[in-house]
């Protein structure tokens, strides 16, 4: 792969209710504030990524809505549909083809203005499964089960993981859920869908986020801290749940096989310094964390306890506060990417962890996390 | 242009019907891949990454690119979703074309596909537009179409005789095309005898709602020789999407066209396109963009779109055909028509195209429109771009 880097990044607060911002004031604001980080204008820019979804946005062509205030109306402009580490994919792409210098990649979406069961319902097939009443709540409390039963974790290990996240979201200003918790608050909180208590669910979220992406040439033309894209890959395991081994996520593991390989990394746990990884529910951050090979196989518990994944640990983890502290879906995943970014180029303020070169953020779509994308960031070229 | 060379190796193309209830999505979806494969002389394991597009709202099926996997082949695969409305068609195939120049992927499978059968078209249409400015104002897609042709009638003395003759010209080169799903021929009369929508357009100025799916196979240099004879090669990409208000649109001319296609055109080093160029396949939802939109692609100048028609230049066998295959008129799984827009060029590149086929065709177009007056375009050339 050729070398590109991310040069700017914007976001928006994340919060439970933006009623006085439209989709297009969000990404205004967002990419505006990317530009100034990256030091550009909007003249600087080759082309746009947007990156939406019709049914969280209540609109079919959802991207219209962003597309003039994302500054494309003269420019090439394309729509991802997923979440924001896919739309940044292609925009990459977009650039590694050699047909443009920069894009600016953006991702939004308003939980507040959706019913979440009823939109990941719409998810799940309409004749074999639909009729169940399933939804992204119910998936995952299976997928946990069959994850607690197979590594033996427990619901204390899992409580832990809300615990630490959205103690880091106090040091994080853009965070909707900043709370001092006990694993106690948390297996006290009220039950979900056994066994996700509520404080084992992350919340529902308005927000939007954009970054800015730059082939080799022009990435140092502005800013003085390119992040370099060192390896990124995606990968999709089986739609139908009863077709997977839900305690398992072959499909993540094969798409940081893909992207280590990229960026030539051997042992991932003792290489990356830092991970954002997409914990839309507790016990995903460990389940990541072990197909990801960061974690030992039914270990990553064990590890969490011993403060491996602490702030000030060998390896900290959504240090941002993650997907439990504020979780719009769609900015998701490219909110883990800016979070990454931050964290390399030492922007991360009172959330900064300690000497980060190698940085990996994770996204995903569907259900249980059936698709994976894995980026792998870096300080140096 | 691209740090490398991109072509098309195969395509294939469910035979498009208004209402396919014997198949589910993802079985309509295989049959194109399968096609496709088969075109290509490929096997699922030989591809390395899956574009995929549709609109959600037409089948309300959330996260398509997840769900579909059992018909794209998508298991243990990259595979991503692109969508932007009737562009989507295009936007999939430029997205595949990114993939391969990436260097990332060598072997890209793009797929569009629609079952509108099971869908409220016009409503799933009508909440693309902004909820508060512009939806309770124009409902669906044919409104907003209504208000460009009265523009460009108004401006340039047009006359819904000159529609008619678009769709009586595409309409009859459907009959030559297997896979459209309308395929008849009709009278200027007749065009004009039909139910008035939205005036000026009558039913049989506009395309049907189809259930349909269309995928195209893309690999880099080095590999598409081998894969086939005569690749269809990637010679430029473009697209606008101008604007996100409809009551911002300048009606009568088709702003993006303009734009996308001066850069197109400039990128490739084509001057004049009317001359150069020796097929265009247009997603041309309804006959008087036919007119309107040649206009701003360049191939005639403004005004003159009605008489090029009606010169006959853009029937088969004429100086510049256009829309062999029928166009959308005769054929609209909307998520697929662009798509299909891009396989129909690559056909007649690589001179697969049959009864429809153009002679001699070294260099063709293949568009898709959609969202709020977008265009999206491709440029194809069977040989290898020097840039």
Not at chain 2, 80 to 92: E, P, Q, S, Y
Request: aromatic share 6%; net charge negative.
């Amino acid at each position: 792969m050729d070398r590109a880097a991310i040069i700017g990044l914007g976001m928006t607060r994340i919060e439970a209710n933006k009623v006085r911002d439209t989709f297009a004031d969000m990404a205004w604001e967002a990419v505006n504030k990317a530009l100034s980080d990256a030091g550009m204008t909007i003249d600087d820019i080759d082309n746009v990524v947007t990156t939406s979804n019709d049914f969280w946005d209540g609109r079919t062509i959802s991207c219209m809505a962003v597309g003039d205030a994302s500054g494309a109306k003269h420019k090439n402009i394309s729509c991802c549909e997923g979440d924001g580490t896919f739309g940044a994919f292609y925009g990459l792409t977009r650039i590694l083809s050699g047909s443009y210098g920069t894009t600016l990649v953006t991702a939004h979406s308003k939980g507040s203005e959706s019913i979440s069961s009823l939109i990941t319902n719409a998810s799940f097939d309409p004749i074999y499964d639909r009729g169940l009443g399933m939804d992204m709540i119910s998936a995952s409390a299976m997928q946990a089960r069959a994850y607690m039963n197979r590594t033996k974790t427990t619901p204390e290990q899992m409580a832990l993981v809300s615990v630490k996240n959205h103690g880091n979201a106090i040091r994080n200003p853009y965070a909707q859920l900043p709370m001092k918790i006990t694993v106690d608050d948390v297996l006290k909180s009220e039950m979900i869908a056994d066994p996700l208590h509520k404080l084992d669910c992350s919340p529902v979220s308005d927000g939007c986020c954009a970054i800015i992406i730059a082939n080799e040439d022009r990435a140092t033309k502005y800013t003085k801290t390119p992040v370099w894209i060192k390896g990124v890959s995606f990968c999709s395991d089986s739609f139908f749940l009863g077709d997977r081994d839900l305690s398992q996520a072959p499909s993540l593991k094969a798409a940081a096989k893909k992207a280590y390989d990229m960026a030539g990394i051997k042992n991932p746990g003792k290489e990356i310094d830092l991970a954002e990884l997409y914990d839309a529910f507790s016990y995903q951050e460990l389940m990541w964390l072990e197909a990801l090979g960061l974690a030992g196989d039914g270990k990553a518990g064990k590890e969490l306890e011993d403060g491996r994944y602490d702030l000030g640990g060998a390896l900290p983890v959504n240090a941002s506060g993650g997907l439990l502290s504020g979780h719009p879906v769609i900015a998701a995943g490219l909110i883990r990417i800016a979070e990454a970014v931050k964290q390399i180029r030492g922007d991360a303020g009172k959330y900064q962890a300690d000497g980060v070169r190698l940085a990996l953020a994770q996204g995903l779509n569907g259900l249980c996390g059936q698709s994976h994308c894995v980026w792998i960031l870096g300080k140096d070229k | 242009m691209g740090k490398r060379r991109v072509a098309i190796v195969g395509t294939g193309q469910t035979f498009h019907k208004s209402h396919r209830p014997d198949v589910n999505g993802q079985e309509l979806i295989h049959e194109a891949v399968q096609s496709a494969l088969n075109d290509a002389g490929m096997k699922i394991g030989d591809i390395d990454a899956i574009v995929i597009g549709n609109m959600d709202h037409f089948e309300g099926i959330n996260y398509v690119d997840c769900w579909s996997v059992d018909g794209s082949g998508g298991v243990m695969k990259p595979i991503i979703k692109l969508t932007t409305g009737g562009t989507t068609g295009c936007t999939v195939g430029i997205g595949g074309y990114h993939m391969v120049a990436s260097g990332i992927f060598d072997k890209v499978l793009v797929i569009g596909w629609e079952k509108n059968s099971e869908s409220d078209t016009t409503g799933a249409i009508t909440t693309a537009f902004d909820p508060i400015w512009d939806r309770l104002v124009f409902a669906g897609a044919i409104s907003g179409l209504a208000a460009e042709a009265q523009a460009y009638m108004a401006k340039y003395g047009a006359t819904d005789k000159d529609g008619a003759r678009v769709s009586v010209r595409d309409r009859k080169h459907a009959c030559n095309n297997p896979h459209a799903q309308l395929r008849k021929e009709v009278t200027i009369d007749e065009v004009l005898a039909s139910p008035m929508l939205a005036d000026p357009i009558h039913l049989l100025d506009v395309c049907p709602r189809t259930d349909g799916a269309c995928a195209v196979i893309m690999a880099c240099e080095g590999i598409a020789e081998k894969l086939t004879p005569i690749p269809d090669w990637i010679w430029g990409t473009a697209n606008r999407h101008t604007y996100t208000y409809l009551n911002d649109t300048a009606f009568g001319g088709l702003d993006s066209m303009a734009e996308a296609s001066k850069e197109l055109f400039k990128k490739a080093g084509i001057r004049e396109p009317r001359k150069e160029l020796d097929v265009i396949e247009l997603y041309q939802p309804y006959s008087f963009a036919g007119i309107i939109w040649i206009e701003d692609m360049g191939i005639v100048p403004r005004g003159k779109g009605a008489e090029y028609i009606w010169s006959g230049a853009t029937d088969m066998g004429g100086e510049l055909p256009i829309n062999p295959s029928g166009g959308v008129i005769a054929c609209n799984p909307i998520g697929a028509t662009g798509l299909i827009r891009c396989a129909e060029v690559a056909l007649q590149i690589m001179g697969k195209a049959e009864a429809r086929q153009v002679p001699d065709v070294n260099l063709g177009v293949s568009t898709g429109f959609g969202g709020c007056f977008w265009v999206d375009m491709i440029l194809h050339g069977k040989n290898k771009p020097a840039f």
